[in-house]
């Protein structure tokens, strides 16, 4: 069990480019969340896959955002023309709906854009 | 207002002291309740995870969950400068759903 990790970890770019970050959950985890994060405050939800479905969006992601978990495994996280507002923590998190019903979250390490 | 409200800190306690943590929150449908500890750019590990009101202990960590009062609080006994970091509450409706999450609360833990 390798944990929750995410590419890249940073990403700079510039305002106006287009970005990708990919989120490989724990192993057998059928359940996937992203989430944004920024100085001072905690974790915001944005979206979240069970398996290949996307079963909840955010008022926060706006249409230049787009996840895909395409084969219920990784998932990746677009932002079309950033914005300097899009500077953050990008935080994944996976779980498993087994029949316990604990479901406990558990975080990758984030991928922290700045936008210049 | 916020549905999770959460002191910023930061909390400073000597080493050996118990650090108290605690958050409040609006929504009475909130039944998951969890602690998750944060170090700086680092991603949150999960510390505790209650259901419902009441306490559970792990160690060091005791979670107490009054839902009727719909505050929850963190407790660290002996506590050591490696647990200098930001404390999360989260708390969630449902078993499966969205996090809410406070702000969080930085500790540091002098030697």
């Known amino acids: 069990d390798t944990g929750v990790s995410q590419d890249p970890r940073h990403k700079i770019t510039k305002r106006g480019q287009n970005v990708t970050f990919r989120c490989d959950p724990i192993?057998?985890?059928?359940?996937l969340y992203w989430y944004r994060q920024t100085l001072g405050q905690g974790p915001e939800f944005l979206t979240y896959f069970q398996n290949e479905a996307q079963l909840e969006k955010s008022r926060l992601l706006s249409d230049r955002f787009s996840a895909e978990r395409p084969k219920g495994s990784f998932s990746t996280l677009e932002i079309q023309r950033t914005e300097q507002g899009d500077s953050a923590m990008y935080l994944c998190?996976?779980?498993?709906?087994?029949?316990?019903?604990?479901?406990?979250?558990?975080f990758g390490p984030g991928t922290r854009l700045t936008v210049t | 207002q916020k549905e999770v409200e959460q002191d910023p800190g930061p909390l400073s306690v000597p080493e050996g002291a118990i650090v108290s943590l605690n958050c409040t929150y609006s929504n009475s449908a909130f039944q998951y309740f969890m602690w998750y500890r944060q170090y700086s750019r680092k991603g949150p590990e999960l510390l505790m995870y209650t259901y419902s009101s009441g306490n559970k202990e792990d160690g060091r960590f005791t979670a107490q969950v009054d839902k009727s009062s719909k505050y929850i609080s963190l407790f660290i006994r002996d506590s050591q400068p490696s647990d200098s970091a930001t404390y999360l509450c989260a708390m969630r409706t449902d078993s499966w759903g969205k996090l809410q999450f406070g702000a969080g609360t930085q500790v540091v833990v002098t030697p």
């Open positions: 998190a996976s779980s498993f709906s087994g029949t316990s019903g604990r479901n406990e979250q558990y």
């Open positions: 192993s057998e985890h059928n359940r």
